[in-house]
């Protein structure tokens, strides 16, 4: 067997590896269900992904600011999924594990031909494709853009050591074009032309940093190099700010201070890398510590991230890995930190996706390079690999099966943090669903404990106190939503379906109509205020509201319903009744905003 075959065989057997050890942790995906956190945004109460690739669909997606993020590519895979699996959840959930898997191994690949390693790679690749810090990033159906915009990064980097290899502009446009398409799924991989000028220094050897005239011509050839690339990053950063000042995820300073802000993003940074080492207590939400971090975790955090600073530029002439992989991390995760807080979390373990592989260059260069050699160390080198890989593999199987169901996930969110007022209203959602309606007004009535302002909170809490019939309860809550917010379409729509149970369709009328000049083509409140005119015996105009909402959802079987009812009644005053009015559910989540 030639040495190159032999190497064929070797690299096809480390990926099938690869391969295999990730569809052991994730296969149980399989049977996993959407959860009521922006899977429903993202997915299940999404009209336009729902009814799958149109031209139509195709156009809002690109046009659409929905989730407070544009990722038209995002949007056009959802859609894609729903074309073929409609809403079986299985299929969506085996393309994310598929995109996992394609990103482990391009992964190996870009590493291998960068460094002309094997093993080193390959420990990388395992690491980031078992830790149980991406677990959220797979198992999480709204979180497809992380492993999609992974997944072009992955090809971006791939075409980059080819394009150094012979550079050209043919070469050139494979790179720009792929990191293209990545800001299109995920606007977090920004920091891409920062990456790559990082791997001109190592392990391409393309970038000297003394200050010798040499190496600064070299240095601002290659920054020059990346400037289509810089104005790409640039134009997603603009395009993302004006999508996300309009949002309601991002947070102002009066919500959490800039001093806050700083504090938190230096602990985050080294929570992370606490949660590399020792992956426990791993939550699909953190919540923000706001003003109360105590002093000494914020100065701790700022020595370790010093003190590490120091030692590897110290040490970047001998071992340029450690610099590389520092860096890496440090500025892949700039955009998420917590600078521009975008939703309440303090931290969130899918923002690890990508900048953690930095860590775990440095750490199996590192740790490579400092071993001894005396006789046997490969052997104890393999085994003691080859356990971590193993306990981080199933620490990822347990973690990826609380994911199973949302009951399951916020239960155990409960479990291992403190104060969680989103897992307690996603939880007593899940349970209100299941017509636990006590259990869940428990879980509503302690999210309201510990941030009394939350609004999603407040209506959770109203439409269980209306399935209960306490009417005048439910208003109240869906007032103190509206005190708080006094546009929330989903609490001006479920406050006027309340008035109209209690016969009051004046004020009903006069909510729906207040929704539908924000959201003039919201399908609950045209269904609503159709039924509303209906039951005043407005049979044209309710008509007029019926056929609206069927024109923007074909699939409203409510709005079917009801306008055939109407057209009955419009003709024959003694025909089949109109159907009591229906009660919309409110939205399933906390707000377009969780999985940034």
């Known amino acids: 067997m030639t040495d190159r075959s032999h190497q064929l065989l070797l690299l096809s057997s480390i990926c099938l590896f690869l391969t295999t050890i990730t569809l052991c942790v994730y296969w149980q995906v399989r049977t996993h269900d959407f959860v009521n956190y922006d899977d429903n945004g993202y997915v299940t109460s999404n009209r336009h992904v729902r009814s799958g690739l149109t031209w139509e669909n195709v156009g809002w997606a690109f046009t659409s600011g929905d989730m407070s993020n544009w990722h038209p590519l995002t949007w056009l895979s959802h859609m894609l999924d729903c074309e073929m699996y409609g809403l079986d959840p299985k299929g969506h959930h085996l393309t994310n594990l598929f995109f996992h898997v394609a990103n482990t191994i391009l992964l ?30 797979v198992a999480w159906v709204a979180e497809r853009k992380d492993v999609l915009s992974g997944f072009f990064c992955m090809i971006a980097m ?33 920091t891409l032309p920062f ?62 201070s800039f001093q806050s802000r700083i504090a938190n993003a230096l602990v985050a940074y080294v929570g992370y890398m606490v949660k590399m ?35 590897t530029f110290r040490q970047m002439r001998s071992r340029p890995y450690l610099i590389v992989g520092w860096l890496w991390y440090l500025g892949m995760l700039v955009p998420v930190i917590g600078i521009l807080q975008v939703g309440g979390q303090a931290m969130a373990d899918r923002y690890t996706y990508l900048p953690m592989i930095g860590l775990f260059i440095s750490v199996t260069w590192g740790v490579s390079g400092m071993i001894p050699r005396w006789a046997g160390h ?57 017509g636990r309606t006590d259990e869940a007004i428990g879980h509503f009535l302690e999210a309201l404990r510990i941030t009394p302002q939350y609004v999603n909170a407040h209506i959770n809490l109203g439409n269980a106190f209306k399935d209960q019939g306490k009417l005048s309860m439910a208003v109240s809550e869906y007032q103190k939503a509206l005190h708080f917010v006094a546009n929330h379409i989903t609490a001006r729509n479920n406050l006027g379906i309340v008035f109209a149970m209690q016969g009051d369709i004046e004020k009903a009328v006069a909510l729906f109509s207040g929704v539908l000049k924000l959201d003039p083509n919201n399908t609950r409140a045209l269904n609503n205020m159709g039924i509303a005119l209906a039951k005043q015996g407005k049979f044209d105009k309710a008509i007029q509201h019926f056929s609206k909402a069927l024109r923007i959802d074909p699939e409203s079987a409510s709005a079917r319903k009801n306008l055939e009812q109407a057209l009955i009644r419009q003709g024959n005053a003694t025909g089949t009744p109109l159907s009591p009015l229906l009660p919309f559910p409110t939205s399933s989540g906390p707000g377009p905003h969780g999985s940034r």
């Open 108 to 137: 190996f690949l870009v590493l291998t031909r960068m460094t002309s390693a094997v093993w080193r790679p390959a420990l990388v690749a395992a690491l980031f494709a078992v830790h149980p810090l991406h677990v959220e990033s």
């Open 195 to 256: 990456v790559l000028l990082l791997l001109d220094y190592w392990p391409l050897s393309r970038l000297g940093l003394s200050s010798t005239r040499d190496n600064l011509k070299k240095a601002w050839k290659r920054v020059r190099e990346k400037l289509p690339l810089f104005a790409l990053a640039l134009a997603s950063c603009i395009v993302t700010f004006l999508v996300q000042r309009h949002g309601p995820a991002v947070q102002s300073l009066e919500q959490i």
């Open 378 to 434: 490969k052997v104890v080198l393999s085994v003691a690999t080859g356990l971590l890989v193993l306990a981080l593999a199933l620490s990822a199987w347990f973690q990826a099966h609380y994911w199973r169901n949302s009951e399951t996930l916020f239960e155990h969110a409960l479990q291992v943090t403190a104060n969680n007022q989103l897992a307690h209203n996603q939880l007593g959602l899940a349970l209100s669903r299941q």
């Open 158 to 190: 791939l075409a980059y050591a080819w394009y150094t290899e012979r550079p050209g502009p043919w070469r050139y446009l494979v790179v720009w074009l792929s990191f293209a398409l990545g800001l299109m799924a995920k606007p977090m991989l920004v």
């Open 277 to 311: 080492i020792r992956p426990s207590h791993l939550a699909v939400y953190y919540p923000h510590p706001m003003n109360s971090l105590p002093a000494w975790q914020v100065v701790g955090a700022t020595l370790v991230l010093i003190s590490i600073s120091i030692v």
